[in-house]
């Protein structure tokens, strides 16, 4: 059993070099799913099939008392009927988890266990934030921009509504929405219903979900998420650089069909087309390459339309299958010059861990 006082003093764990995935982060991985590879095929992902990622409860809201409030130089109120009569946009857009990859970090920081599936494309639909800030009014002395969900919870110490900050500046690009539909239907419960941010190109903890109040700040927010978690350090007590927008990945469909437990993938002899996607949050992805022989030789693989300006972009590439085994490899490099590396970076929390994805295939 763990007292209160055991909770406030805990700082994020690194597991033993032996050490296997335990409980608790079983506990977490059963509640926050990853996109099953196979669905990387959809330029839009099925509700169901989205990640998730939930730090604390999904709360239970009320659609007809919702109000969601926006401090700025003056005070706004509004209900979803007054946010589905403002103008309406929809827009694709990749999410990722920032802690995509975690779970193949040596060693391996104790959180929410990602393999490399933290990712899917939503099409959202919602209202600019920029026309409803400043309807609030901008004051002059505004820095940031606070970002309060109806989510209550605890984590290393601190109690807090989920909350995340926006430089001001971040907040007036015309693609900021508030949504309300994903892929043509409410929000889901699990996905903000009934109103989350959607600030394409940024890791997933930006997009706060049943968002309850927006907040104009004169200051650089110290909240839990931003001053702590989400920042790139080596120590439990460095400040770290902070995590924005999204590094270049790829993924592919793992080819064949899947061995049960291992997922090692059975394939046959002869022209195997594969496919995946790329994306990046620093610019369009420019150049994906597919490995088949675990990283030491690459070949440019044909690049598909993307599926938008802020979502990802299909890829293909046909491999000759010769009988043997084999690791299938695939990365990404986008227009703003950023290459998705073999082997990540370590921090000690375990974010933008984009090594390259690894495939065991057995061709017969
Ligand atoms: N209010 C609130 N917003 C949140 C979170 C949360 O726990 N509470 N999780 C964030 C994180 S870390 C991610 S990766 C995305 C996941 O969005 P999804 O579950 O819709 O895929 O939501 C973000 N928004
Ligand atoms: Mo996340």
Redesign the pocket.
């Known amino acids: 059993m763990t007292s209160l006082e055991q909770l406030q003093s805990s700082s994020p764990r690194i597991a033993a070099e032996s050490e296997g995935i335990g409980i608790d982060e079983l506990r977490l991985a059963g509640r926050n799913h990853a996109l099953p590879l196979e669905a990387l095929r959809y330029d839009v992902t099925p509700a169901g099939l989205h990640y998730l990622?939930i730090h604390y409860d999904i709360p239970y809201v009320e659609q007809e008392s919702f109000r969601l409030r926006v401090e700025g130089s003056t005070s706004l109120e509004l209900d979803l009927a007054d946010l589905r009569a403002r103008p309406r946009v929809t827009l694709p857009v990749t999410f990722e988890?920032?802690?995509n990859g975690r779970a193949r970090m040596a060693p391996r920081p104790v959180s929410?266990p990602w393999l490399d599936e933290?990712v899917g494309t939503g099409e959202w639909t919602g209202t600019p934030l920029a026309p409803l800030l400043r309807e609030a009014g901008i004051p002059e002395s505004g820095r940031e921009v606070v970002f309060t969900g109806l989510d209550h919870g605890m984590e290393f110490g601190w109690e807090m509504d989920y909350a995340r900050a926006l430089p001001v500046e971040e907040c007036l690009r015309e693609e900021v929405l508030l949504a309300y539909e994903m892929n043509g239907s409410p929000l889901l419960p699990q996905h903000g219903a009934p109103l989350r941010l959607v600030v394409p190109g940024w890791?997933?903890?930006t997009q706060v979900k049943w968002l309850r109040e927006i907040r104009v700040v004169d200051h650089v927010f110290d909240g839990f998420h931003n001053a702590h978690a989400y920042r790139l350090k080596q120590e439990a007590t460095d400040v770290g650089e902070p995590v924005t927008r999204i590094a270049p990945r790829a993924l592919m469909v793992p080819p064949g069909f899947p061995d049960f437990m291992s997922r090692t993938r059975v394939v046959d002899r002869g022209p195997q087309v594969l496919t995946g996607r790329a994306w990046s949050g620093w610019g369009p992805v420019e150049r994906v390459e597919v490995s088949a022989d675990g990283g030491s030789t690459w070949s440019p693989a044909e690049l598909d339309p993307p599926v938008g300006r802020w979502a990802w972009r299909g890829w293909r590439w046909t491999w000759d299958a010769e009988p043997g085994t084999y690791e299938l490899c695939v990365r990404a490099a986008d227009a703003a010059g950023n290459e998705q590396p073999v082997d990540a970076a370590w921090n000690r929390q375990g974010m933008s861990g984009t090594s390259v994805q690894r495939v065991p295939v057995v061709v017969r």
């Open positions: 990622l988890c920032a802690g929410q933290a890791y997933g903890m």
